[in-house]
């Protein structure tokens, strides 16, 4: 079936894909440890020296960490000061790699793929922001009513006192969420994918309302996918943090939890990876992807038929 | 006697039930049974209206005759935005929002003193805008040891739940509904103030006969025990009795799952919301242990039942409130298991029945007596059931969060604006009222422990409980007491901290070790003089480092002599170490200081914490880490991180915080990214 092979080609995207992964990955952990710098530098001055911080390195003292707010106010607020711009930058940054990604997925240029990448990356950039920006209208759009819906589930909640409402009322919430996650994950993905497959032949505004037109027509295994990545996802980061993250009580078990934790973002980073090349794969076996006029199959032309030859002229022949 | 009293109470309820009247629970009063009331009430349930009769019979137990009686009308509190209540909470209280379109009253229609055996009317006065507290000039004066009776019909309108009663759907939670009785205190006079946003209660105890009608499907929990049931028609008529209480709770819903267990001869009855019921085994077993442990360090739980009421979600202006022998927790389905929240409620209110109950302080005027003391216990009983470290959160993501760091958070947030001895009108906000009858009274309860050691301190609580229940005792009650039980003026300890404002902070100010000099020079004892030490006169040999020197070879030593002897030289190293520990804070307290030595060896030092300062010296090996109060025996220590020093930094704390943040942060980038 269509959708296993796009899954299939998706958790077996390559080299291409792990390239895109790689750097998925090192740029939310760079941003994030450079945003955090002047937070790091602080509490080691703060803390390094004072016996009795010990305990923070298990999680044990909220109040003491209390204490570095009340008598270090500055310490926090430098410490936290530089995460408004960085996810700023990352949010342009992550856009550009997802065009990167999706451009070296899908249209697997010949040479150097750290190249490749680049240039698909700065080529499929403003696109790919302009068809997020209208997949996000279209989530507005289609989620007014069903926002509503959950807004009327929850005040019949808090009025309610039976388990059976509670826990329909929760599913409702989750139905609702993962419905409109879905659209909105399937207009971008595919409406990108299709950008990435068709170049820039076609008008950005009709690529994307023939990717969110596929990806409405396709919403069941489109649902399918978002749902399967998400349980990936979480699936991971559970796995790795509350199974086997042993804790930050000692300096060993600190650096296995944190490398756990890094080995989780990295398996992440490769299902996002996934996530575009099953899009892709699925776009292209569908017939999703964008066909420039002139390969479009023509229909065919009447060609007259030849006149027989009259019998005198088959006679002079 | 007391492990008679539940099949004394279980035998009078089935005696009594037969026989329609009332059991009796104990056989020798408790308290002063001074205040006492019959109550007959209906609740209209779709209009939330309770109607109802009282006869109070009340007895003058001070010295000086009454010739007039105050009574609290609590729900006029939310009769209008003038009320004293509403004016200075501006409608929220604890996070909940009062709900304007549902406002609430206590309306006497009738109040009348029975002199001669005849009813006299009685006038309504109301001193201000506020009609919390009504007045009346009495028909017959009561002189001491006098008595009165009073018949009063009065009519409530419940509101929406806010703080602490009132409607939410079909659940009703009926407390300080009917009109009660200041408490008279003889030459100071009635004390009876407005209900403020800040305050709770005070009254006297006596014996509670209360009659409840409702719809007959609805289920209803109440302040003493049930004797008796009649079903009419549409309706149930409940008989309920209470003894040594000085107030009355009740509740009514259709919807409450109704769990009972037995533990210790206390009935457990738990009336839960449906949609928590999966949480009822953590109120019993909270229920239990506070059972349990009140038994071993204070007194054994006296009366025969006790009822958890779960408020609705829409409701939980109600939760965590007591009343005697009736408490409300507050939970959620989905609260985990690793968050000891639910338990920690059911603890604190179970334990205001020791303290509000039994005690009975005036909460007006010294809200920290109870609040304070309970909230200690609350620590006392969730540490030591689920972990120093864990009792409130144990381990959710990785973080961990023990009941006493929780009270020193709400502490030093605001450690230093109002006391903790203070009429509950007068803080600067509700933030600060929070912060000083709960958390730092919990705090100093908690450092007076570490003062005194555990054992003693059990002793003098336990004293002072037996010494005051049933009797409002005052701060001045409990100094007196504490002192007389430790043996020693605890007031230059406790006074500042109850009275004033002052903050304890001690700081490791200083450590140095200089390693001593080796001798250079000539020897003057030899004749003729010649010099000491090396042949080589000092070069730039420092006059010593703030840490240890590395061993300098002598000039005639080999390399392999250098390493082999610098073990040994090491170890021979004398340093003259200083250590100053420094008092910041105002307020003196005895402390322990905690020295390491290089060679492992430590010395355990104590100081008074009068004057500014100390200073310890030693000789021997150097000083390597130096810790103030090394087993946390003073909590209300306002700066916890200033209170060591060592010489060798760790970075873990650091790296493991930052670690934590950072995952967060990534965590969010990826989120992002995924959404792209």
């Known amino acids: 079936m269509r959708w296993i092979n796009a899954i299939k080609d998706g958790l077996f995207c390559g080299r291409r894909g792990i390239l895109g992964a790689c750097i998925f990955y090192l740029e939310a952990l760079l941003l994030s440890s450079l945003a955090l710098a002047p937070l790091a530098s602080g509490l080691h001055r703060v803390l390094d020296e004072a016996p009795t911080a010990a305990p923070l390195a298990r999680g044990v003292g909220v109040d003491r960490l209390l204490e570095t707010a009340i008598n270090q106010p500055g310490l926090w607020s430098a410490g936290f000061g530089n995460m408004g711009v960085a996810f700023l930058l990352h949010l342009g940054l992550a856009l550009l790699i997802t065009a990167g990604a999706t451009g070296l997925i899908a249209r697997a240029p010949e040479g150097s793929p750290w190249r490749a990448f680049w240039r698909e990356a700065s080529g499929l950039f403003f696109p790919f922001a302009g068809l997020f920006l209208m997949s996000l209208l279209l989530l507005v759009a289609v989620g007014i009513l069903p926002s509503l819906l959950v807004a009327g589930l929850g005040k019949a909640l808090k009025e309610s006192v039976s388990p059976t409402a509670f826990w329909g009322v929760l599913s409702g919430w989750v139905i609702v969420f993962l419905l409109l996650l879905a659209v909105f994950k399937g207009a971008t993905g595919f409406t990108q994918a299709r950008r990435a497959l068709g170049g820039g032949a076609e008008g950005l505004g009709r690529c994307f309302l023939a990717g969110a037109k596929f990806s409405l027509k396709k919403f069941v295994p489109s649902f399918g996918f978002t749902a399967l990545f998400l349980v990936l996802r979480m699936a991971t980061f559970s796995g790795f943090y509350w199974a086997v993250a042993p804790g930050y009580g000692t300096a060993g078990s600190a650096f296995v939890s944190a490398l756990l934790l890094q080995l989780a973002f990295a398996a992440q980073a490769y299902i996002r990876v996934a996530e575009i090349a099953a899009q892709v794969s699925y776009l292209k076996a569908s017939g999703g992807a964008y066909v420039p006029p002139a390969e479009r199959a023509q229909p065919p032309v009447e060609t007259p038929a030849e006149p027989e030859a009259s019998p005198e002229e088959l006679v002079t022949a | 006697m007391i492990k008679i009293v539940p099949v004394v109470a279980a035998l009078s309820l089935a005696v009594s039930a037969a026989a329609q009247s009332p059991p009796v629970l104990f056989q020798t009063p408790m308290s002063p049974r001074n205040a006492n009331y019959t109550i007959e009430a209906s609740l209209d349930a779709k209009a939330h209206v309770v109607k109802a009769s009282e006869k109070i019979r009340w007895r003058n137990i001070q010295g000086i005759e009454a010739k007039d009686a105050y009574f609290h009308l609590y729900y006029n509190a939310f009769a209008n935005n003038r009320s004293v ?50 007045k009346v000039d009495l028909a017959a004066p009561v002189p001491p040891g006098g008595e009165a009776e009073f018949e009063v019909t009065f009519e409530d309108q419940l509101p929406k739940v806010f703080a602490r009663a009132g409607f939410a759907g079909d659940f009703n939670m009926v407390g300080q509904w009917f009109p009660k009785l200041g408490v008279w205190q003889g030459e100071k006079g009635w004390n009876c103030h407005p209900y403020h946003a800040n305050s709770e209660f005070f009254s006297d105890f006596g014996v509670y006969d209360v009659t409840v009608t ?97 408020p609705p979600a829409d409701g939980m202006g109600a939760a965590g409130m007591e009343y005697p022998m009736l408490i409300t927790g507050g939970t959620s389905p989905i609260m985990p298991a690793k968050m000891g929240f639910p338990e920690m409620v ?20 010294e809200a920290w007596l109870d609040e304070g003391i309970n909230s200690y216990y609350e620590t006392r009983i969730m540490d030591e059931w689920l972990g120093k470290d864990d009792s409130m959160v144990g381990g959710f993501a990785g973080w961990h969060l023990g009941d006493v760091s929780q009270q020193r958070v709400s502490y030093i947030s605001v450690p230093d604006m109002d006391p903790m001895v203070l009429e509950s009108w007068k803080y600067a906000s509700n933030g600060t009222y929070g912060a000083m009858s709960y958390g730092k009274s919990a705090i100093v309860l908690s450092t007076l422990e570490g003062i005194l ?18 009797t409002h005792p005052t701060t001045a009650d409990f100094l007196r007491i504490v002192s007389r039980e430790a043996g020693r003026d605890m007031d230059p300890v406790l006074k500042p901290l109850l009275y004033g404002t002052g903050t304890v902070d001690f700081k490791v100010a200083r450590v140095k070790s200089l390693s001593r000099e080796e001798v250079e020079g000539y020897d003057l004892t030899a004749d003729p003089p010649k010099l000491a030490g090396n042949d080589q006169a000092s070069k730039g ?54 020295v390491t030595f290089k060679d492992g060896t430590t010395k355990l030092e104590k100081w008074d914490g009068v004057g500014r300062y100390v200073t310890y010296k030693y000789e021997g090996p150097e000083v390597v880490k130096v810790v103030v109060d090394p087993d946390g025996k003073i909590p209300v220590d306002l700066n916890i991180l200033n209170n060591g020093w060592a010489s060798k930094a760790d970075g873990l704390p650091a790296r493991a915080l930052t670690t934590r943040f950072r995952v967060v942060a990534q965590g969010l980038m990826v989120l992002i990214a995924n959404l792209l």
């Open chain 2, 541 to 594: 040999k420092g006059k010593g480092a703030d840490k240890a020197d590395k061993p300098k070879a002598d000039a005639k030593d080999t390399k392999a002599d250098t390493k082999a002897d610098t073990k040994g030289k090491k170890s021979d190293r004398v340093f003259d170490s200083k250590v100053i520990i420094q008092r910041k804070g105002e307020l003196v307290l005895p402390v322990e200081v905690l």
């Open chain 2, 85 to 134: 209540f509403i004016t200075e909470s501006g409608g929220q209280l604890r996070g909940d929002q009062f709900d304007r379109k549902h406002w609430g009253y206590c309306r006497v229609t009738s109040i009348a003193q029975v002199v001669d055996g005849k009813p006299v009317p009685l006038k309504q006065e109301f001193p201000g805008d506020d009609r919390t507290v009504m």
């Open chain 2, 214 to 310: 409702v719809p007959k499907n609805y289920v209803v929990g109440s302040t003493g025990v049930q004797w008796d049931e009649q079903v009419k028609g549409d309706t149930k008529t409940l008989k309920l009795h209470a003894e040594d209480v000085h107030d009355f709770g009740w509740t009514a819903s259709p919807h409450f799952v109704d769990k009972t267990e037995t533990y210790d001869g206390v009935k457990i009855r738990v009336l839960m919301q449906p949609m928590n019921a999966s949480q009822i085994p953590r109120y019993m077993e909270a229920a239990k242990k506070t059972i349990e442990l009140y038994a071993k360090w204070i007194w054994k739980y006296p009366y025969p039942q006790m009822t958890i009421v779960d």
């Open chain 2, 453 to 470: 050691g555990r054992e003693k301190m059990d002793a003098v609580m336990r004293a002072f409980f037996m010494e005051v229940k049933f």
């Open chain 2, 346 to 365: 059911v603890v604190h209110e179970f334990g205001h029945n020791y303290w509000y109950g039994m005690e009975a302080n005036n909460e007006f005027e």
